[in-house]
């Protein structure tokens, strides 16, 4: 595997692991650092990649920043809209031109998608047991969940790493 492609893998699987591990408050308290780590790796890959940005094949990526982008001109209130649109728009450009990377060599693929499957495993690990334990150690203890006190106990939805029974659905899918 190319140094580059391996570089690009190495970053999306710690991005993995950190959507998969860490709760969401822990996103947002750490998000600075989170886009200062991507901004980065992507610096490091475009100069490894001699600054690819624009070429046809990001065309979809480019207009749909763009499309989500004009939302912000037609907000109530602007500000907001303009501070959504650059959480997702940032960390979605850095990881779509990480991503590249990996899909040019078959090993790196492989390596992310073995890094995803276990990172789901764990979770769902953890998941069922919560459920046995009839408990969640980490929203006991260490990260405050508004949610827990609803979705704990005998009849209670796991919520596992993902802070939310909705959010563990959707990440697990």
């Known amino acids: 595997m190319q140094a580059r492609a391996r570089f690009s893998v190495i970053i999306i699987a710690i991005l993995f692991i950190w959507i998969s591990f860490f709760p969401s408050p822990l996103h947002h308290k750490y998000h600075l650092i989170v886009k200062a780590a991507l901004f980065a790796a992507l ?8 600054g690819r940005l624009f070429e046809m094949r990001d065309l979809p990526l480019w207009f749909f920043l763009g499309a989500i982008g004009i939302n912000v001109l037609f907000a109530q209130q ?3 809209a ?3 649109y650059l959480d997702l728009a940032i960390p979605m450009f850095a990881v779509y031109y990480l ?5 040019s060599s078959g090993p ?3 390596i992310l998608v073995s890094v995803i499957s276990v990172s789901s495993f764990l979770v769902a690990l953890v998941g069922i047991l919560e459920q046995l334990a ?4 980490i929203y006991e203890r260490y ?6 006190s609803r979705h704990i ?5 796991i919520m596992s790493t993902q802070l939310n029974p909705s959010a563990l659905g959707s990440y697990l899918l």
């Open 43 to 50: 610096l490091a890959h475009l100069i490894v990649n001699r």
């Open 78 to 80: 602007k500000q907001a």
């Open 82 to 84: 303009l501070g959504i």
């Open 99 to 103: 991503v590249s990377g990996i899909f």
């Open 108 to 110: 790196g693929f492989n």
């Open 134 to 137: 009839g408990a969640n150690i």
């Open 143 to 148: 990260v405050s969940n508004p949610y827990y």
């Open 153 to 157: 106990g005998e009849f209670g939805r």
